[in-house]
C-alpha cells in the first residue's frame, strides 16, 4: 500500500485521541466495531457491516476445466469492487491498489486456511472441477474493508 503524508492538523487529532485513550473514530482502545450480517435472499450472498463499512458478498459457482498442472483441483477467484458511492476516491472502472491488497489478502486467507478444499472440487480430473467465485462489493468505506470482506466471503 502506498504510504499518505498526515497534515499537521490530522497528526494532532491523532496525538490528541491517543493521549485520551481514544481510537481516531470516537472508540475507546479496547471498544470493537458492530458487526451486523445479514443473509441475502438468493443463495451464496451476505451483506456485512462492520462499524461504516458495508460489504455484499455473492459467492458462485460453476463448472469448469481445471488448470494444467493441477488436474485435481477446482479454482478460487476472488474480486472486489468499489463505486465512488462507497468512497469518493474511487474511480469508476478503476481499481484502487487499497483493494487490489485487499483481494490479494482475501484469496490469499481463505487459500491458504484450506477454508476452501481445491481438491474436493474435482468431479473428473483432468476434465471437469467446481469454479468457485467470490465477488465483494464495497458499498459504504468506513475503514476496516479487509475484516469485513473476510466476514462476508
Not at 62 to 90: C, H, M, Q, W, Y
Not at 137 to 145: F, K, P
Request: charged content about 25%.
Amino acid at each position: 500500500m502506498s504510504a499518505s503524508v498526515a497534515s499537521q492538523s490530522e497528526q494532532d487529532f491523532v496525538r490528541n485521541a491517543a493521549k485520551e485513550d481514544k481510537r481516531v473514530d470516537g472508540r475507546g482502545l479496547l471498544d470493537h466495531r458492530k458487526v451486523r450480517i445479514s443473509l441475502g435472499a438468493s443463495h451464496g450472498t451476505a451483506e456485512v457491516q462492520l462499524g461504516a463499512t458495508r460489504v455484499l458478498a455473492c459467492v458462485t459457482c460453476t463448472l469448469a476445466r481445471p488448470l494444467l498442472g493441477r488436474p485435481s483441483e477446482g479454482t478460487l477467484n476472488v474480486d472486489v469492487v468499489a463505486s465512488p458511492l462507497a468512497d469518493i476516491k474511487f474511480e469508476a472502472g478503476r481499481l484502487p491498489e487499497e483493494l487490489r491488497d485487499v483481494r490479494v489478502a482475501l484469496h490469499n486467507s481463505l487459500q491458504r486456511s484450506k477454508a476452501v478444499d481445491l481438491e474436493s472440487l474435482c468431479l473428473i480430473p483432468s476434465k471437469q472441477v467446481l469454479a468457485i467465485r467470490v465477488v465483494v462489493r464495497l458499498l459504504d468505506h468506513g475503514g476496516a474493508i479487509l475484516d469485513c470482506a473476510s466476514l462476508a466471503a
